[in-house]
């Protein structure tokens, strides 16, 4: 199929997607200007043609629920590099990201069912585990240390391995596809060929899975498909949601856990009152999670028809970017004062991981993973502090996952 949005004319003078961020805590303050002139603008695309940009709580939430705008007729980050010139007319079984109601039910049932609040209750002791571990090695290892390589990645990652069936060992290759996922300066061809490289990874597992089950979600998910016969489950489907999974299920937590770090420490306040009561880890994930919402340039629909959203008129395969930290800055959000970070605050009902049929089907492991591993690291290190400047850190403005490449701390 051809994509409207992709090829429709654009004028010289539409700005593209804000970027340019005046705080590394903060989304580009574009946004805040946008909410308040103009919440549904058009911008250009950089591999050509143009979309529309949706800025506020209200908007975001509905675009997100709305089926008319289609996960299916989207197509990855078309808003921040390269679009594909064209999309496959059908995705491939269990492809969340690209499917849509009732299709994408019939996937994300099954998965859904490891990721409940009662299983991840049973896995909370097996990652204080994890954690106590990785701070062991850390205080053997004595500061400074990079938070990235030596907590949050290995956390998130033998976390998300031991509950799909992965080897740990392979860590390496599926970071290094991850990286090549997920980079902005990534072309189109070079992002489909890690999918392919990725696809490839988790294919031979599930093969192997199949001649030799565990005690893991992709056996169980090979169980299932061969135990019904109507079960949507295929190797194939198998294959697609184990990658989706594994890539989701490290990325987004480590860069939370990194970046939520560095921003107690930059807050004092914030970080003394955590300390002073543990009890409040759950509203401080929350908050984090608001305030940071590192999906940073926000997810992609594509409008199935003819439609209107707050006076404008888009046409039927245009696309539409529901800014997700923009929507978690808007004042529409209910609480007082956004922009500021506040951890005794009640928690507020945030996009950060999605809103409607896709919301993101981890978060109740990601929050599990979030608060162990920041109560546990400041409890161990109390005297923790980041061992450079914020100004020299390199923050992932290179990436659609935002977050630290490296957190150098000592104590």
Request: some cysteine.
């Amino acid at each position: 199929m051809t994509d409207t949005a992709v090829n429709r004319a654009v004028p010289s003078d539409l700005p593209g997607l804000p970027r340019q961020r005046g705080c590394p805590f903060d989304p580009a303050p574009g946004y805040a200007r946008l909410r308040e002139q103009a919440p549904i603008s058009r911008i250009s695309f950089p591999g050509g043609g143009s979309g529309w940009l949706a800025t506020r709580y209200e908007d975001v939430r509905a675009i997100l629920a709305d089926p008319r705008f289609s996960s299916r007729l989207s197509t990855a980050a078309p808003h921040v590099r390269p679009a594909p010139t064209a999309l496959p007319e059908q995705p491939l079984p269990g492809a969340l990201l690209r499917l849509d109601e009732p299709e994408h039910a019939r996937y994300r049932r099954p998965v859904m069912r490891a990721f409940t609040v009662k299983r991840v209750q049973r896995l909370r002791p097996r990652i204080q585990q994890i954690v106590d571990e990785r701070l062991d090695a850390m205080e053997r290892a004595g500061g400074p240390v990079d938070l990235v390589a030596e907590l949050a990645l290995p956390v998130t990652s033998l976390v998300i391995c031991e509950l799909l069936g992965v080897d740990y060992d392979d860590r390496d290759t599926f970071h290094g596809l991850a990286g090549r996922l997920l980079a902005i300066e990534s072309s189109p061809e070079q992002a489909q060929q890690a999918r392919a490289e990725l696809a490839s990874f988790i294919a031979a597992l599930v093969a192997a899975k199949r001649e030799q089950p565990g005690d893991d979600l992709l056996s169980a998910l090979i169980a299932e498909g061969d135990a019904d016969p109507d079960s949507p489950l295929t190797d194939i489907a198998v294959t697609v949601l184990g990658s989706l999974l594994l890539i989701a299920g490290h990325e987004t937590t480590a860069n939370m856990i990194a970046l939520g770090t560095l921003t107690l420490l930059e807050s004092p306040d914030q970080l003394a009152a955590l300390r002073s009561d543990p009890a409040l880890a759950d509203r401080a994930v929350e908050e984090l999670l608001r305030h940071l919402t590192i999906i940073q340039f926000g997810l992609v629909r594509a409008a199935a028809e003819d439609l209107t959203l707050r006076g404008q008129s888009i046409k039927a395969g245009e696309y539409v970017v529901a800014s997700l930290p923009s929507a978690n800055r808007d004042p529409g959000l209910g609480i007082a004062d956004p922009d500021r970070l506040d951890i005794t605050r009640d928690p507020a009902a945030h996009v950060a991981f999605g809103y409607g049929p896709h919301q993101c089907l981890g978060q109740q492991l990601a929050r599990a993973e979030l608060q162990i591993t920041l109560t546990s690291l400041f409890a161990r290190f109390p005297h923790l502090r980041p061992a450079v400047p914020a100004d020299q850190l390199p923050f992932r403005d290179d990436m659609i996952v935002y977050g630290l490449h490296q957190l150098p701390v000592t104590w």
